[in-house]
């Protein structure tokens, strides 16, 4: 039902925005290449290259009068998985939702400071949170497939935003190239008309994926992805983030530090003082150097467990 | 945050551990000087004792290898404490290594014979490797229990006391003369004169390990093919 909601909204601002225009339309080039390409093995080669480089320069986060992240400078490099660690409450999850302007959603929410892509300034007056949205895409904590819809309908649900512009025989390419792309095709390929929510939950959450990717996303943003699951579809998951970074820029919240160490190249440890306080960047490194040897004390409290 | 009880046992046990294994420092130390007493008075029961007491070294060894074992796997240590794991691994082994040559030494003790010692030049500058190789091993211990690069660097102009003491026996021995029986008591003891040496040796390396827990770089302080 939330998942009907979202998309309904989505699709309404697509129509009174006249700034979508290029975006869709970049958009519906791309999945009209995409879909020459048939199998996902060669779809990767020619989508190889998108991935963006996102800088973030004096970000200060607010719910209303809460200062809830303070002074982030980080520059997130394309092509490389970056995990964001902390504890609850450092502002983690928040400073993921503003690098696609999620954020804001909040009621009373707002960013201060400069987030780009490859240069374009995501805040700047006239750029559509909702072209933000596509070419950064965000898989959730709880894997969250449309319930009602097929697998097939979960997957070309971003496409179907843009209905009438692609061909059914695209459509079914896009489909598979997304499923094949976050390593769940050979299980589902014979039952695609059947509900999302009949998959495992490591099946579900990689449903989720290939729905955020389908859209040809440039950054992938993942809040806890694994959390809910096995250890078994936690390793599935994390072997494919492997494999989509050679096309993406990911970025990673975890809980699971050695999910951190083994998944991810860089390592931002945020922190909080005290409560009440804005959480803070405390330091960002290869992911090897944060849990080998970090240069603050506080990361290496964090990451060996010596909380308080 | 709340302190979490079940992490401040590990962090503990990790403390326990470091002394545990560093304390075997003071069983090579104890094993080198009944060595030296018995290399000094041709004492072979001695020796024998020294053979029979590495077992309280090598069962220290297997022990605290297990344990350290046991936290890699159950602890997911990172950071300073992943690097102390792994030196004291390191240093375990060391440590195991130089009791060994303690015992290599006593092995040879008896084919030195009863008669008096046909070098006791020879004899003086082993027992001073001995005994600056007992600062070594003690210095070693506490720099790294001090976390002291200086103090672990310094191990380096240390050896080289017991690094130059062992050329001059070399040189002893080889003007000992054509006596077979002096010539073989001479070779017994360049033997011992090596098996000290190599116990220095691994004294610096330890001191290598606390440059390592400190900054998380390994260097060999000298590297014996790329002489500084």
Redesign the interface.
Known sequence: MEGKKVSATVGSSEKKEGATESGSEQLSQTAAAAATTTTGTTATASAAGVAKTIEVRDVNLFYGDFHAVEDVNLTIQPNKVTALIG?SGCGKTTFLRSLNRMHELTPGARVEGHITLDGEDMYARGVDPVRVRRLVGMVFQQPNPFPTMSIYDNVASGLNLNAGKIKKSQRDAVVERSLRGANLWEEVKDRLDKPGLGLSGGQQQRLCIARAIAVEPEVLLMDEPCSALDPVATLAIEDLIGELKSRYTIVIVTHN??QA?RASDLTAFFNLEESGKPGRLVEVGETEMI????TEKA??DY?????? | ????AA?AE??EELTNLEQSALGGLDLVNDALTRTLEAIEHQDIELAQLVVADDDRIDGRYLEIHQSLITLLAT?????????LIASLLHVLKNIERMGDQCVNICKVIPLSGNEPPADEEMVKRILAMGKQTRVLIAQAKRSFLERDVDQARDLVRQDDVVDNLNRECFYLALAIGDDADRREWAMTMLLTARAIERIADNAVDIGEQVAFVV??LFREFEDASHPA
Do not use: H
Not at chain 1, 303 to 308: A, D, E, I, Q, Y
Not at chain 2, 75 to 83: H, N
């Open positions: 504890s530090m050695q160490a849990f080998t040897n970090p990361t290496e990451v060996s467990g010596r909380f308080g | 945050m709340p302190e979490v992490r590990y962090v602890q997911s240590p990172v950071a300073t404490d992943l690097r900054t998380g």
